[in-house]
DNA sequence: CGATCAATTGAGCCGTCTCAATTTGGGTGG
DNA sequence: CCACCCAAATTGAGACGGCTCAATTGATCG
């Protein structure tokens, strides 16, 4: 349970004292959302189940979802600058998150100095996330974002015990496009070659991934 | 000079327990990098004067720059994941940084706790730019990108004391180019059309904001 | 079983990229 | 100080990728 919800390598007697730091959870139902922007931000959360995306707005409602979030992921990272929630965190289906709240933390920080490391480094881990994303609509066609996604989804699947082969897409194509800088048109046109290339098989939701070689060698290929 | 080096809101007397971190600087002569990818990395930099680039690159050197930094900023958040750097920063002049040493850091943070909340809002920050920055490369038209380019430069060199409306542009049409997901070709393209249009004064790389609400409107427009 | 929303597929257009030719500016050595 | 050279920037013409608009099919859920 703990390692879900702070997973980086710590040693067991320290796991221990993170218990008093995640008493509470909340239960997030499909659609609704853990935090909006605007909301206070006294903490983070991690991930028990499920799933959820987190995306910002702009003034004139422009929205971008910067994040799908797996079980064992942390959400909040970005409300900690003034305590004020700058983007939405909405469920992608029926989950649960456990909350660590930041006061408390640091009162514990003091006696398990390790923690402070931890969340440096999930701070750090997220702004290379960003980072890559960033790369990837700069710099990426749209071949190769959408296998570079899929690729990535089916990482994390894998290191959550699941297979890397099948699974099911909790977002719309929408938001995927969204994600990706991509329209729902463009999403679902390339999803249908990838099929026809023998690539993978999609039905609805449901992925297949029947050759991870060619899908990698997409994702980058120079585009030319 | 600390007011650059960890810039936010610290009292006085706390200010001066901070001279203890930031013992050692660094200066990086223009075109030369400050860390590279892959560098070990034990601390992070305060941009003192001058300015500079990061970027990342995949394994086929498909680069992205992530940020342009100028005085005040602080660099090397992405790199404490793992303790090892992720990402190039190049100087774009010469520059000079001060040193933050991690370890250092947290040995003072135990006299001096609002350094924890510190160094967590500077890496919330960092996060919140990255987004910010990813709904302008997924949502926005080139024309927007580089207005608001233009604008949040503008803003951070009034932040700096310096004028809004008349400031040098460091780095190449390549590398704005690069940064925004265009060609230098579109950049060039762009900041001649709002010379022609009245609303900016561009002579090589100084930039003259002649129309500043035309500017905010272009970078606002719905596209339509 | 009908209503509604998600996804697929097609046709045509537009914005940005690519490729290429000039122009301009800065730095260097004669 | 001027001439030259190289890199940076500008500008143009044409191609192409992804978007827009639109119609159809397929799921999901009362």
């Known amino acids: ?7 980086l390598g710590m040693a067991r007697d320290e796991i221990v004292k993170m218990d008093e730091l995640i008493k509470e959870r909340i239960r997030v139902p499909k659609g609704s ?7 206070a931000s006294e903490a983070i959360y991690g991930l028990r189940s499920g799933s959820l995306k987190t995306q910002i707005q702009d003034r004139r409602g422009q929205a971008q979802i910067t994040g799908f979030l797996l079980p064992g992921e942390i959400l909040g990272l970005d409300g900690l600058m003034d305590n004020t ?12 998150v456990c909350v660590i709240r930041l006061d408390e933390m640091d009162q514990i ?22 980072h890559t994303l960033l790369l990837a609509l700069g710099g ?31 977002m719309s ?12 048109e463009t999403v679902s046109r390339l999803l249908s070659r990838f099929t026809r290339d023998g690539i993978l098989d999609v039905r609805h939701r449901e992925v297949h991934i029947l ?5 990698q060698a997409l994702a980058e290929t120079d585009g030319g």
Chains 1, 2 share one sequence.
């Open 173 to 184: 194509r929408e938001e995927i496009g969204n994600f990706l800088g991509l329209t729902l």
């Open 1 to 7: 349970m703990n390692t879900v919800c702070l997973p």
């Open 140 to 170: 990426l066609r749209s071949e190769q974002r959408v296998a570079a996604f899929l690729l990535n989804l089916s990482e994390r699947f894998q290191a959550l015990g699941y297979s890397p082969s099948a699974f099911i897409l909790r």
């Open 33 to 39: 959302a853990l935090y909006q922007q605007g909301d």
């Open 109 to 130: 920080a003091s006696r398990l100095p390790i923690l402070q490391t931890q969340l440096r480094r999930l701070m750090s881990k997220e702004i290379n996330r960003s």
């Open 85 to 96: 929630q700058v983007s939405h965190a909405i469920a992608l289906e029926d989950s649960e």
């Open 211 to 215: 050759d991870r070689h060619a899908l």
